[in-house]
């Protein structure tokens, strides 16, 4: 029987500092737990959230996190968008993936907003699976330039 899964809202400095490990498998390019703790807080002034599960039994450190932000856009409606979703490496597979996508899911239904969006690497197919199980649908390309 699995155990339940509690997930915190993690908002202070030191709550960030725990997510820095599960982060950084999804962002390689962040440098340290400090500089990543500040753009945190900065993010967090433009209504940025972390969501994370903590699997007490082997850290301190998160092994899930979710950070989501509303916006409003002509082109969505009032929305939910999802800026990063990441399972540390050592606890894939044990749920905690689903179970805050169905947090966040839940969030934006018990809010009336319009929808979810989030972008995905093409070769992310893990994530995929956890995705189209919970009903997103593949929509659109999402493209970028890099200004030097």
Not at 31 to 54: H, L, N, P, R
Not at 105 to 120: C, E, P, Q, V, W
Request: hydrophobic share 35%.
């Amino acid at each position: 029987m699995q155990k339940s899964m509690e997930i915190l809202e993690v908002k202070e400095r030191d709550q960030i500092k725990t997510c820095f490990n599960a982060f950084k498998e999804l962002r390689p390019h962040l440098k340290d737990s400090t500089s990543f703790v500040d753009q945190v807080i900065e993010q967090q002034k433009q209504g940025y959230t972390i969501a994370a599960i903590f699997d007490n039994s082997e850290s301190s450190s998160a092994a899930a996190c979710i950070g989501y932000r509303e916006i409003t856009t002509l082109a969505w409606g009032r929305c939910i968008y999802i800026d990063d979703f990441t399972t540390h490496s050592v606890h894939r597979r044990k749920g905690y993936g689903n179970a805050l996508l169905k947090y966040v899911i839940d969030i934006a239904k018990r809010n009336g907003y319009d929808m979810i969006h989030l972008d995905t690497g093409y070769g992310r197919h893990d994530a995929h699976r956890v995705y189209l199980r919970n009903d997103f649908q593949f929509k659109s390309h999402h493209l970028s330039l890099t200004c030097e």
